[in-house]
């Protein structure tokens, strides 16, 4: 497939995100025909993120009579996959920012707090506003905690301050980050990159400010000046074989010095100097100029003291909810439910999952509601529009079983760099991800 796609295959695909539908990186998901049941059920929804906001509007639409309660502190919606645009100076900080009662849908109840204490034998919800709700089904879509803290000498408000950013922090934070990349792509120096030893949303994004940031140097013609360091927290870049090879092989040609096993444990913003656990037990030390930090990632801790989160091994030490992977019904509660970046299973943690969680959960539920059960199943279903630079992106989705599942077979090449993937990035993937939000896609 050639770098420019055909005159047929952009007009298709303009087409397509024109009417703000079928955009690869958050396919719509397969299911029943939804159909409106009546039902006095309780239904309480933590969280108003994506997968929260979604299931709000579709629960609505979905379940008639049913008692909806949302529980979320925030007024303002955040559109996360916008902060790496921002974060590369093609967008404001504003492109990610909306408020979060425009998104609700009439008729629920909103409580804006946060839940305090979740009572799982009781089906009892205690907020921040000194409510207590009862629930007869319970969601848990709280999105994760960025734990700055975890690492020795970093909190977020270092985030602008001697080469220290984050694209990750928040619309503000990522504009900010812009300012230091943009600053460091002018003067050169080292520029040093990292993803965290936990689960994370948007495995990708650690990659694609790499990419972007080498971009921006070759573009103002300081590459020859700038030193760019990835530390890989395993001994791959990308958790998909295939998909990591490729990765490998763009990182060598672009000359990145890629050190495996390192994970980053403490930072001297003073010194710019960052501190990694190695392999074989010890430490090293790397000198920045510029660096993106990625802080370890896990469930808040109102979810970690619930019980409702894995008893054992990594996914239980970071809290994720234990819910079948499939289902994503809880393994211990099967009242209760997870969707979004919170939720434990093994793949998943970026919008495009939560759409399709979304779908299945919705039907998961509604099912129960009617004594029935749906073979409506998530397949683990995870996208990410890897951008490589500027104008170019490569559309990697896959499964569970780390297959390849391209949206778009014969028009769009997951592995390749195209112009048409940047566009879905840059262009289409709001369009779908607000009609997400709507219950809509």
């Given at each position: 497939m050639t770098d420019q796609p055909d005159f047929e295959t952009r007009r298709k695909l303009l087409g397509l995100m024109a009417a703000g539908?079928?955009?690869a990186a958050l396919p719509k998901?397969?299911?029943?025909?939804?159909?409106?049941?009546?039902?006095?059920?309780?239904?309480?929804?933590?969280?108003?993120?994506?997968?929260?906001?979604?299931?709000?509007?579709?629960?609505?639409?979905?379940?008639?009579?049913?008692?909806?309660?949302?529980?979320d502190p925030r007024v303002r919606h955040l559109y996360q996959p916008g902060f790496t645009l921002i974060a590369a100076g093609l967008r404001p900080s504003s492109y990610s920012v909306s408020a979060t009662a425009d998104w609700l849908p009439r008729g629920i109840t909103w409580i804006e707090g946060s839940a305090t204490n979740i009572d799982a034998e009781t089906q009892q919800v205690s907020t921040s506003t000194g409510e207590t709700v009862g629930y007869d089904y319970l969601i848990v879509a709280t999105g994760l905690e960025l734990h700055y803290e975890g690492i020795e000498g970093m909190s977020r408000d270092l985030i602008g301050q001697n080469g220290i950013g984050s694209v990750y922090a928040g619309p503000e934070e990522a504009a900010t980050t812009w300012s230091l990349m943009d600053q460091f792509t002018d003067e050169g120096g080292v520029g040093l990159f990292t993803r965290p030893n936990t689960g994370m949303k948007c495995a990708g994004a650690p990659l694609k400010y790499t990419f972007l940031t080498d971009d921006h140097a070759r573009r103002k013609g300081t590459r020859g000046q700038t030193e760019i360091i990835y530390?890989?927290?395993?001994?791959?870049?990308?958790?998909?074989?295939?998909?990591?090879?490729?990765?490998?092989?763009?990182?060598?040609?672009?000359?990145?010095?890629?050190?495996?096993?390192?994970?980053?444990t403490a930072i001297d913003p003073g010194r710019k100097v960052a501190t990694f656990s190695t392999e074989d037990g010890g430490s090293e030390e790397i000198g920045f100029d510029f660096t993106?930090?990625?802080?370890?990632?896990?469930?808040?801790?109102?979810?970690?003291?619930?019980?409702?989160?894995?008893?054992?091994?990594a996914s239980g030490e970071q809290g994720w909810v234990e819910v079948d992977q499939y289902t994503l019904r809880h393994t211990r509660y099967d009242n209760v439910f997870a969707a979004g970046d919170v939720a434990g299973v093994p793949k998943g943690k970026t919008a495009a999952s939560a759409k399709w969680q979304v779908a299945v959960l919705e039907d998961q539920l509604v099912a129960q509601i009617e004594g029935q059960e749906s073979d409506h199943l998530y397949n683990?279903?995870?996208?990410?529009?890897?951008?490589?630079?500027?104008?170019?992106?490569?559309?990697?989705?896959?499964?569970?079983?780390?297959?390849?599942?391209?949206?778009?077979?014969?028009?769009?090449?997951?592995?390749?760099?195209?112009?048409?993937?940047?566009?879905?990035?840059?262009?289409?993937?709001?369009?779908?991800?607000?009609?997400?939000?709507?219950?809509?896609?």
């Open positions: 539908g079928a955009v998901g397969e299911g029943a025909q939804a159909q409106t049941v009546q039902s006095s059920a309780r239904i309480v929804i933590l969280g108003a993120g994506a997968a929260g906001t979604a299931l709000a509007n579709r629960l609505h639409n979905r379940v008639d009579g049913a008692q909806i309660t949302i529980i530390c890989a927290h395993s001994s791959t870049l990308f958790g998909v074989p295939i998909v990591n090879e490729k990765v490998r092989m763009l990182y060598e040609r672009q000359g990145f010095e890629t050190r495996y096993n390192r994970v980053m993106n930090v990625i802080p370890p990632m896990r469930a808040h801790q109102v979810i970690r003291d619930s019980g409702l989160s894995w008893q054992t091994g683990g279903y995870t996208s990410c529009p890897l951008i490589t630079r500027v104008g170019r992106a490569m559309l990697v989705e896959f499964d569970y079983n780390n297959n390849l599942v391209p949206s778009f077979p014969g028009l769009i090449a997951p592995l390749e760099e195209l112009w048409v993937s940047w566009l879905i990035k840059e262009i289409g993937l709001k369009a779908t991800y607000n009609a997400m939000l709507r219950g809509r896609a």
